[in-house]
Nanobody, 125 residues
Framework: QVQLTESGGGAVHHGGSLRLSCEAS????????MAWFRQAPGKERDYVAAISWSGGRPYYANSVKDRFTVSRDRAKNTVYLQMNNLKSEDTAVYYCAAGRPILSAYSDPQMYYYWGQGTQVTVSS
């Protein structure tokens, strides 16, 4: 059973940066796609970014492209989300997820089997 543990959330001012981490344990994730989603109060869970453990380039939602960077460290079984130039609309609980979606379904949360507990990101103006 794969377990995902996020860390790195916090409170920053508009324009600030944060780096989220997602460590996988309890099973092998080498064949999985790792994704980040976020959920603001009263809203649905939205796709942020995704990257495959096996290789290939990362993919991003248009709302975070050029500001966020997703990366992986295979030796540490950890995926990162570097968030720069944060805006108030980035405020949400951020979740890490693992699954095996096809490329066209990377943004569909139903395609992911395992989820972390979430970490809060708050951006103040």
């Amino acid at each position: 059973q794969v377990q995902l543990t996020e860390s790195g959330g916090g409170a920053v001012h508009h324009g600030g940066s944060l780096r989220l981490s997602c460590e996988a344990s309890g099973g092998t994730v080498s064949s999985y796609v790792m994704a980040w989603f976020r959920q603001a109060p009263g809203k649905e869970r939205d796709y942020v970014a995704a990257i495959s453990w096996s290789g290939g380039r990362p993919y991003y939602a248009n709302s975070v492209k050029d500001r966020f960077t997703v990366s992986r460290d295979r030796a540490k079984n950890t995926v990162y989300l570097q968030m720069n130039n944060l805006k108030s609309e980035d405020t949400a609980v951020y979740y890490c997820a693992a699954g095996r979606p096809i490329l066209s379904a990377y943004s569909d949360p139903q395609m992911y089997y395992y989820w972390g507990q979430g970490t809060q990101v708050t951006v103040s103006s």
